[in-house]
């Protein structure tokens, strides 16, 4: 699954948000309860109404939505590259995540300390930023010198490991975080692999007062001026608010948030948000047994698709009988659709659309 690391200086409300967004009744099912893998870490429901749609139509028993994980990275103060704090420890977490959500202090409150005595999220976000960049340029130095002996060996891999973490190394000597380094299309997995933590695309949480959660105040807004100028998304949240619809049932949860003004829970939207970032999208499985979310990235082939639900079959792939989610709820499920000439027969080079409800074939 995907993975969302949650990061921010002390005190800007991560534990309050992290700990609503995975009590909440959305992020629960009943066959799916919200399980803690470790204190940190919890899987939440990837709300998506179009599922009860089709579980409707299809008179599913059961719902399976897909589901994404969080992971609460504490210890990030200035100064962790070099160890202060739990230092290393986080910034291994944060290696681990295909993304970060970073929550920057959009509130005034004398009662709450600031770890730097001043409310500046612009600030936050460049002290942590920088954190990472430091903690990027000492693991790359490292790295380097781990190669010389290869690189002496002519080793192709090598090579490409050091040109790329020497161009990394070059953005970041200019004070630039390492995604700015445009990578050709037959590096970019070396790329990845490489795991550098100012590569991993950036979402900031803006997390305000009850009172500014529908509008935003003038930090949230500094921030996504910042965010525009480095085309990183931002998502306004109050993650006070976000405590107490996680006590609420769903009912009670919607008045609440018609009566703050919102149309939708912060873990919605926080969620959405990752999918963009990440550039990821949705298919479903569709039968009366389950009605079923699965996630891939977008442009994914319908084997690496099938792929996600059992390595089998990906490997046996013959074919996906695809009806996309408007023509299922058009023609009232597959039988229409099939009628209708909806269904579509796609073969391996078909690339998987968001909201398709997919059938696949394989040999075993
Ligand atoms: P963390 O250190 O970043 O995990 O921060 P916490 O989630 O522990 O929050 C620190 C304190 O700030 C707690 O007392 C929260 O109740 C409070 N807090 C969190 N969000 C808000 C907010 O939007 N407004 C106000 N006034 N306080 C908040």
Not at 189 to 208: E, I, S
Request: hydrophobic share 45%; proline share 3%; charged share 25%.
């Amino acid at each position: 699954g995907f993975r969302m690391g949650i990061v921010g200086l002390p005190n800007v409300g991560k534990s309050t948000l992290f700990n609503a967004l995975t009590k909440t009744a959305a992020a629960q099912a009943a066959n799916f309860p919200f399980c803690t893998i470790e204190p940190n870490v919890g899987e939440v429901n990837v709300p998506d109404r179009r599922l009860d749609t089709l579980a409707e139509i299809a008179g599913s028993k059961q719902i399976i939505p897909a589901r994404m994980t969080f992971v609460d990275i504490a210890g990030l103060v200035k100064g962790a590259s070099q160890g202060e704090g739990l230092g290393n420890q986080f910034l291994a977490n944060i290696r681990e995540t295909d993304a970060i959500a970073h929550v920057l202090r959009c509130f005034e409150d004398g009662d709450i300390t600031h770890v730097d005595g001043r409310v500046d999220p612009v600030a936050d976000a460049e002290v942590i930023e920088t954190e990472l960049m430091l903690s990027d340029l000492e693991s790359i130095e490292k790295r380097r010198a781990n190669l010389v002996r290869k690189l002496k060996g002519n080793d192709k891999e090598a090579q490409q490991q050091d040109r790329l973490l020497a161009a990394a190394q070059a953005a970041l000597e200019d004070g630039k975080p390492a995604r700015v380094v445009e990578v050709d299309a037959e590096d970019l997995k070396a790329w990845k692999g490489l795991q550098l933590l100012t590569t991993k695309p950036v979402l900031y949480v803006c997390n305000v007062n009850e009172e500014d959660a529908a509008a935003g105040n003038a930090f949230s807004r500094a921030v996504e001026e910042m965010a525009a100028a480095q085309g990183a998304g931002t998502v306004l949240i109050s993650a006070r608010i976000e405590e107490e619809i996680s006590q609420l049932d769903a009912e009670e949860a919607e008045m609440f948030l018609g009566e703050m003004g919102l149309e939708e829970a912060g873990l919605d939207r926080l969620i959405r948000a990752g999918y963009d970032l990440l550039h990821l999208e949705t298919y479903f499985t569709v039968g009366p047994k389950e009605a079923r979310a699965w996630t891939i990235r977008q442009g994914t082939l319908a084997p690496q698709a099938a792929g996600v639900i059992h390595g089998d079959f990906e490997k046996g792939f013959i074919r996906a009988e695809t009806i996309a989610f408007d023509d299922y709820v058009a023609c009232k499920g597959e039988s229409g659709a099939k009628e209708a000439g909806k269904m579509r027969a796609e073969g391996k080079a078909y690339e998987v659309k968001d909201g398709d409800v997919l059938h696949f074939l394989f040999n075993t």
